[in-house]
T-cell receptor
Framework: SQQGEEDPQALSIQEGENATMNCSYK?????LQWYRQNSGRGLVHLILIRSNEREKHSGRLRVTLDTSKKSSSLLITASRAADTASYFCATPNDYKLSFGAGTTVTVRA | NAGVTQTPKFRVLKTGQSMTLLCAQDMNHEYMYWYRQDPGMGLRLIHYSVGEGTTAKGEVPDGYNVSRLKKQNFLLGLESAAPSQTSVYFCASRPALAGELFFGEGSRLTVL
């Protein structure tokens, strides 16, 4: 069963706008990761946030983690056409990493 | 440095045929994984390996077998393919002490 679930399933925004997507998970974790997948390609790791961190930045990406609510958010600021992709949150479970179904983001020119 | 390489990239099988997907990584990673990705279902873990000679079942292991005879290679086998195994298969690897997964580009399998 999937540990994380992203919301919304799909998002369409104008270039230059911000995109926010959320991830909820079920059990305690020591970190949470976000990945991007361009159409027809493999997943690429974006950012990892540890359970003792509340917020983390990487370029135009901002990730938050609220362990009390078992939720995380990924914000992409000043979106570009190249940000069009599917975004997945992933949570570790022993040696394994469980992925949600993803949020598909479309950035319109 | 090629990272994670999957072969073949595309394959069409008839029901009942067998095949093997090969995953090779050149990063000396200890852990390797096979996932399948179906529309609307994200990635589901089939099997994984935490070291040479060891394998373990994931979330959806039925109908698949794996082997890790060499540290750099992780093979996924389908002994008798079924249409339900039509999917995109992804291999991934990571070091033992790091969380980030490195993915291959995927292998698209169609079973008729």
């Amino acid at each position: 069963s999937q540990q994380g679930e992203e919301d919304p399933q799909a998002l369409s925004i104008q270039e230059g706008e911000n995109a926010t997507m959320n991830c909820s998970y079920k059990t305690s974790i020591n970190n949470l990761q976000w990945y991007r997948q361009n159409s027809g390609r493999g997943l690429v790791h974006l950012i990892l946030i540890r359970s003792n961190e509340r917020e983390k930045h990487s370029g135009r990406l901002r990730v938050t983690l609220d362990t009390s609510k078992k939720s995380s958010s990924l914000l992409i600021t000043a979106s570009r056409a190249a940000d069009t992709a599917s975004y997945f949150c992933a949570t570790p479970n022993d040696y394994k990493l469980s992925f949600g179904a993803g949020t598909t983001v479309t950035v319109r020119a | 440095n090629a990272g994670v390489t999957q072969t073949p990239k595309f394959r069409v099988l008839k029901t009942g045929q067998s095949m093997t997907l090969l995953c090779a990584q050149d990063m000396n990673h200890e852990y390797m994984y096979w996932y399948r990705q179906d529309p609307g279902m994200g990635l589901r873990l089939i099997h994984y390996s935490v070291g040479e000679g060891t394998t373990a079942k994931g979330e959806v292991p039925d109908g698949y077998n794996v082997s890790r005879l060499k540290k750099q290679n992780f093979l996924l086998g389908l002994e008798s393919a079924a249409p339900s195994q039509t999917s995109v298969y992804f291999c991934a690897s990571r070091p033992a002490l790091a969380g980030e997964l490195f993915f291959g580009e995927g292998s698209r399998l169609t079973v008729l």
